[in-house]
């Protein structure tokens, strides 16, 4: 990240209108509309979505919870039907013994008749009183069914009194039954009723549940209605006469998902901001940085230094890395380490690349021509060895002022050999043309060190994080001798980088490696200054005590 108040060098209100950053602010608050409008229509459509959602999961949860009621009623039936199936069938003198063991049969074999009665005219009899029976109930039935079967509800039992039993007659047989338990089943959202439907009369008895208040014309199987804001849904079995009934409360199936809608609404509409944002922001920042970069040049804010590499063995600068610069207004210097990975991230790295190398050239290209045995590295990521810009920059800059390939070499960092295989074919052709080939901050990276010897690279450069080990007698500086082995058996040289005291120079040097950079020698330099002390021809500004006396070969 940029720091937070690094451009805030000149008077804010003087570059309102011309400054980029300004200008795309300006765009980002245009877009506050377009995040209003997207965050009303994510709301919406998640409210509706949720509801859908809920529509399904309560649908569900209706149904099994009907399956469940509808069960019982339904058994009962089908074992009345069937107990009336067997009497009608009886061929026996009715109210003699035989016939009387015909009926207590049934009734003991069911678990809910609780006495089998017979009457025909004068004739009556059941199954618990035999002959002794009592008369049948003589007030209308509560309620009579299509099929003709006649229903008293709260009959007592002759041998029980206060026992309530219901009374199903079916021409001259009628059977005592357990009454149903009429358990409301409902919630707050819904509520279903059993039922039992004569259409012919309009009427219903109810045997499980409250009465749904409803009217009887509609109760049609299957059919779905609105009432009162209720949903009625009617569902009958058994010939039609069975029916369950279910009235669902939308209103309160919704306001009893409510705070689920609005925590998934509040969601969908934090999401919603926080992406649409994001990728304002994004492509705000990278608008604001792309033309912060193009100030930066055309202001020359960007420039190079460059930093020797001293064979130490004579003490002789052999090269220099060329490194990058932003200088703001200010006079504020903004490392590499902040605005190079920005830059890589927004696509700009090959501006920055094509620049380096114009700045390189304006700065030492005469330099470079003078001293035919000096190098100059430039540090390139492996997306520019597909850029034709990089290969026009080159051509215009070195090939043209006619440097020397051998005087340009190429740093390539560890850490993006990712994409290397695409660059391979370019960085191959470029070695054979006499560049070469550098990999930067070598033992940082993970990738596969078969692409060394592939890629025929000339040096590695040993990161500072392993010259800072010298002398600490850690695991990493155990690792060190084994890395300048690597370098040695694949016959490359190494570049130890950072180097700050004699005593890592010392290491190195015991360890046969002579090429070294670090502020022990001397820290990036701008060029008339480098130029000034290797040729004499300058002199050289007051630097840090540490800073070595600089020579060329
Ligand atoms: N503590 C300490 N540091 C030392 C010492 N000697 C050198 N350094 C610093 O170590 C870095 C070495 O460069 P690098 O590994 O190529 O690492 C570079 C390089 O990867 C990248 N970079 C710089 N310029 C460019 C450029 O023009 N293009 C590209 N693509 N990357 C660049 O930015 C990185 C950071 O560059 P700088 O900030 O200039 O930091 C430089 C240098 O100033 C020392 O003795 N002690």
């Known amino acids: 990240m940029l720091p937070k108040n690094f451009l805030q060098d000149g008077s804010a209100a003087s570059r309102r209108d011309s400054d980029p950053e300004a200008k795309a602010l300006g765009q980002l608050i245009a877009k506050r509309k377009m995040i209003v409008l997207w965050s009303t229509l994510s709301v ?11 529509n ?7 149904r099994s919870a009907a399956a469940a009621v509808i069960a019982k009623p339904l058994e009962r039936v089908t074992e009345i039907n069937l107990a009336f199936q067997e009497l009608q069938a009886l061929e026996v003198q009715p109210c003699t013994m035989q016939h009387l063991e015909a009926l207590r049969s049934i009734a003991f074999r069911s678990a809910i008749i609780r006495d089998v009665i017979y009457r025909d005219q004068g004739v009556l009899c059941s ?25 008293w509800r709260n009959v007592d039992l002759s041998l029980a009194p206060g026992v309530k039993s219901t009374l199903v007659k079916e021409g001259r047989y009628g059977l005592l039954i357990a009454p149903e338990d009429p358990g409301a089943v409902s919630s707050g959202h819904y509520a279903l009723s059993v039922v039992l439907l004569n259409r012919n009369h309009r009427t219903m008895l109810i045997i499980r549940g409250a009465d749904p208040g409803i009217d009887r014309s509609p109760l049609v199987s299957g059919s779905t209605y609105w009432l009162r ?147 100059v590295s430039v540090n390139v990521v492996p997306a520019d060895m597909v850029d034709s810009r990089f290969h026009l920059a080159l051509r215009r800059n070195f090939e043209e002022r006619g440097i020397a390939p051998a005087q340009l070499s190429f740093e390539l960092t560890e850490r993006t050999s990712a994409k ?134």
């Not at 604001?288 to 040049?297: G, K, L, P, S, W």
């Not at 202001?299 to 932003?326: C, F, I």
């Not at 001798?481 to 490359?492: M, Y």
Request: glycine share 8%; net charge negative.
């Open 44 to 54: 919406m459509i998640t409210l509706a979505g949720g509801a859908a959602v809920i």
């Open 56 to 62: 399904v999961a309560e649908q569900e949860k209706i």
């Open 127 to 151: 199954a618990n009183l035999g002959t002794a029976a009592s008369a049948l109930p003589s007030q209308n039935p509560d309620f009579a069914t299509e099929g003709g079967r006649q229903i």
């Open 229 to 375: 804001g209720d949903l009625i849904s009617v569902a009958c079995l058994t010939g039609q006469t069975t029916c369950y009934i279910l009235k669902t409360n939308w209103g309160a199936v919704l306001l009893a998902n409510a705070i689920l809608l609005l925590v998934a609404g509040i969601l969908a509409c934090a999401c919603t901001v926080a992406g649409i944002a994001l990728c304002l922001a994004r492509k705000f920042r990278s608008r604001t940085i792309d033309a912060m970069f193009r100030e930066a040049v055309r202001h020359e804010e960007l420039s190079m230094h460059y930093q020797p590499v001293v064979d130490n063995r004579t003490g002789a600068v052999v090269s220099a890395e060329a490194l990058m610069r932003w200088t703001l207004r200010s006079g504020k210097v903004i490392s590499p380490a902040i605005f190079i990975p920005i830059a890589e991230e927004n696509d700009l790295i090959g501006n920055l690349t094509c620049l380096a190398l114009q700045r390189v050239s304006e700065d030492l290209g005469s330099f470079l021509l003078r001293h035919a045995d000096f190098k």
């Open 420 to 553: 290397l295989e695409s660059a391979m074919a370019v960085l191959l052709d470029l070695g054979r043309r006499g560049h070469e080939i550098y990999i930067d901050d070598f033992g940082t990276g993970y990738a596969n060190l078969s692409y060394l010897s592939d890629l025929k690279v000339d040096k590695i450069k040993l990161d500072k994080k392993f010259t800072d080990t010298v002398g600490t007698g850690t695991l990493r500086e155990r690792i060190v001798p084994s890395v300048i082995d690597l370098a040695r058996e694949l016959g490359v040289q190494i570049i130890v980088e950072g180097v700050e005291n004699a005593e890592q120079v010392n290491y190195f040097r015991s360890h046969g490696v002579h090429l070294m950079q670090g502020w022990f020698y001397a820290p990036a330099l701008p060029a008339a200054e480098l130029i000034g002390a290797l040729e004499g021809t300058a002199a050289t500004p007051e630097r840090e005590p540490s800073t070595r006396q600089l020579s060329l070969a």
